[in-house]
């Protein structure tokens, strides 16, 4: 398995950026790394992910405003938040699962404790 631990979350205003970071370690070479988030009172819902082949994958919400990276070297994913709205607000996930491609919660192994996003005037 593999331990993630994020951090990076916040509160901002409309219009505002934010970058959230996720630390694995374990046997990462394993997992595709991904983020997922949950409001209050929904589902979690499937945000982006970074597959072993560089290929990213994003919900149709967050297309053209979030970035998914990654750094193998330290290990880490990255989600580059801009232009975030009031309906981004959520506790984000980080995620890791071996299904490539889009990821559903029944896909992920391990997840992260979550970071919280508020996006508020």
């Known amino acids: 398995q593999v331990q993630l631990v994020e951090s990076g979350g916040g509160l901002v205003q409309p219009g505002g950026s934010l970058r959230l970071s996720c630390v694995a370690s374990?046997?990462?070479?394993?997992?595709?790394m991904g983020w997922f988030r949950q409001a209050p009172g929904k589902e979690r819902e499937f945000v982006a992910v970074?597959?072993?082949?560089?290929?990213?994958y994003y919900t149709d919400s967050v297309k053209g405003r979030f970035t998914i990276s990654g750094d193998n070297a330290k290990n880490t994913v990255y989600l580059q938040m801009d232009s975030l709205k009031p309906e981004d607000t959520a506790i984000y996930y980080c995620?890791?699962?071996?299904?490539?491609?889009?990821?559903?919660?029944?896909?992920?192994?391990?997840w992260g404790q979550g970071t919280q996003v508020s996006v508020s005037s």
């Open positions: 995620a890791a699962g071996r299904r490539s491609g889009y990821m559903t919660p029944a896909d992920v192994d391990s």
């Open positions: 374990g046997r990462t070479f394993l997992y595709h």
């Open positions: 970074l597959n072993w082949n560089n290929l990213k």
